[in-house]
Structure formats: structure tokens, C-alpha cells
């Protein structure tokens, strides 16, 4: 079973994305990166749930989930259109429609949020500050934890990553995120 923290990673949003009608689907295309921790955290729940992926994950410059025929990503329930993997799934997925990027000259970690135009989600969390504010903790929680664990190659690799629907929302010093990740700013370079 997930920690307490793991399971109330992101409760809030799971019906949302569940209903979402957009084009612009999150869980196709989007191989997010996975950290070897996540990576064991993610293991240990498809055996203890019983949840049949075999060769759930792809290196390619940084570990993603695998995907389906169609794209998606290997845990999207295409029935459901839910994550079999929810809550214990990547940072990057609990941080929508919050997203970042690592400003080069800086060494700051700026933060974005999706244009509503393809997610729905990130309307509902912009349009209420309270929950901006909630989600952007979490968002922040999830996406630091993930730049500290990151090796500078992966760390490179998802930030080549162009997202062009998206506006800046915030910013802070890579600094913050445990020692190893003040080193990105020289390592993107």
C-alpha cells in the first residue's frame, strides 16, 4: 500500500482528467521522466495491486513509461482514461498542469501552467487561488524531488522538451533542491 503522502499525492484531480474531452491528451506522447526511486515505488505497486505491464519502462537518455500502440503512455486505462498507477504515479504527472523549466542563465527553477486550450484542469486551478495555491505546493513538492534525483543527462533530456501552450506562472532558486541539483544550471550548459 502507498505511504499516506504517495496516496494523497494528488487526489483532488483524478475524476477531472478522467472526464477530460480534449484533443490534447496528457497521457499520450508526453514520456515523463522516471527516477530510479520512482521507478522501484512504481514496481512494488504493480505487484502488490496485480496490475499486469510487463516492460513498463524505456531508456532512452532518461527512464519513461513505455507506451501503448496508440501512444499513450503503458498505464493510462483507456476504458477509464484514468492512471492505473495513480497514486504512486511520476512527479511530472501529479504536478499538471503545472510544469517547469530551468532558466539556464539564472540557475532558477521557473515554474508554467498549461494553457486551458489543452487542459481543462489547468482553467479550474488558475481560476481559484486557493487552489493554485494547494496545487502549486504540491507541484513544487513533486517537481523538486524529482530535478534532486534527476542525473544531469536525464535532467537535460526533459528539459529539451518544447511546451509552447504554456504561460510562467513563478520561479525560485535551483538551490533549494537539496545540493546535487545546484549543480544543473553548469551541467545544462
Not at 519502462?57 to 507506451?67: D, I, L, M, Q
Request: hydrophobic share 30%; glycine share 6%.
Amino acid at each position: 500500500m502507498p505511504s499516506k503522502s504517495e496516496g494523497e499525492r494528488q487526489s483532488d484531480f483524478f475524476d477531472v482528467c478522467g472526464k477530460c474531452k480534449t484533443d490534447h491528451d496528457c497521457c499520450h506522447g508526453t514520456r515523463p521522466p522516471i527516477t530510479k526511486e520512482r521507478r522501484r515505488i512504481i514496481e512494488e505497486y504493480l505487484k502488490r495491486e496485480k496490475i499486469p505491464v510487463a516492460d513498463a519502462f524505456v531508456e532512452e537518455g532518461y527512464a519513461y513509461p513505455r507506451e501503448n500502440a496508440e501512444g499513450y503512455c503503458v498505464f493510462h486505462d483507456m476504458k477509464t482514461r484514468k492512471c492505473m498507477i495513480h497514486a504512486v504515479k511520476p512527479e511530472t504527472c501529479v504536478a499538471g498542469p503545472i510544469t517547469f523549466d530551468i532558466n539556464k542563465k539564472t540557475g532558477k527553477i521557473e515554474w508554467y501552467i498549461k494553457k486551458e486550450t489543452i487542459c481543462p484542469l489547468a482553467e479550474i486551478v488558475y481560476m481559484d487561488k486557493e487552489l493554485l495555491k494547494k496545487h502549486m505546493e504540491s507541484a513544487k513538492r513533486e517537481s523538486t524531488r524529482l530535478v534532486a534525483q534527476l542525473d544531469s543527462k536525464g535532467l537535460q533530456a526533459i528539459l529539451k522538451k518544447e511546451e509552447p501552450e504554456t504561460f510562467k506562472i513563478n520561479g525560485f532558486s535551483v538551490e533549494k533542491c537539496k545540493g546535487k541539483a545546484a549543480r544543473i544550471s553548469s551541467n545544462l550548459e
